[in-house]
């Protein structure tokens, strides 16, 4: 059972990024101060679907492309050797799914957010619901991309992604890695399945390796 409480609105600072999507290249790109970069991390999308959905598992090509956008997210967290880089955007309800259907994408997602990107040790969809939260504008059943599962219990004591999640009223969140038992053991798809948000795993060719690979300072995730 997961309480939850409001909390007091956080003033903070907005990252200097913007995010787009290129149809020519088929892929988000993101420029900021150290664009080049950031440009290179991001890999050419797919247009194809290789196999259809499975049980609370999305392989669609517009699911791949939301999930890409959160990895570039996840390359701008600064790197701490007791915590993940993360990356997270939050899009209307079925953006995918009318992507998918002729639609398109949405190349302005309604909040971002990367590991320890505000104030106090925040994670990324801590960060993105922040902004939401401050912006006024209301989360209740959006859809999430997150590269790793919202946490369960963190070390710092302080609340866990799936309190925010289900306060803020997410509808749907999609995972690109689960969460390894190396700091803790993560039980952020239970509870929020539990709470009643659908939560699904988003699986294309790298997927999990391109969502941890923003962890190379950890030494289990070097390659």
Known sequence: M??????SRT???????????????????????????????????????????????????????????????????????????VGCIVVPANSAENHDNGAALITTPLATGFSRELPGNTH????????????????????????MEPCSKRLSGNEPCVKHIIEANIGRVFIGAREPDHF????????????????????????RKDCLKPNQHIAKFRE
Request: hydrophobic share 35%.
């Open 11 to 85: 003033k903070h600072r907005q990252t200097n990024s913007i995010l787009f999507y290129s149809k020519k290249r088929a892929q988000f790109q993101l420029y900021t101060i150290n664009e080049d970069r950031i440009q290179r991390i991001i890999p050419t999308m797919s247009t194809k679907t290789t196999t259809p959905d499975q049980p609370n598992v999305k392989t669609s090509t517009g699911h791949r492309a939301y999930m890409e956008a959160a990895i570039v997210q996840a390359h701008l967290s600064k790197p701490v050797d007791s915590a993940y880089c």
């Open 124 to 147: 990324a969809e801590e960060s993105a619901l922040m902004k939401m939260k401050e912006a006024k504008v209301d989360a209740s059943g959006t859809d999430m991309y997150t590269t």
């Open 184 to 207: 803790v053991k993560c039980e952020g798809v239970d509870i929020l399945r539990a709470a009643g948000i659908e939560v699904y795993d988003v699986k294309y060719d790298g997927v």
């Open 2 to 7: 997961v309480k939850v409480c409001k909390k």
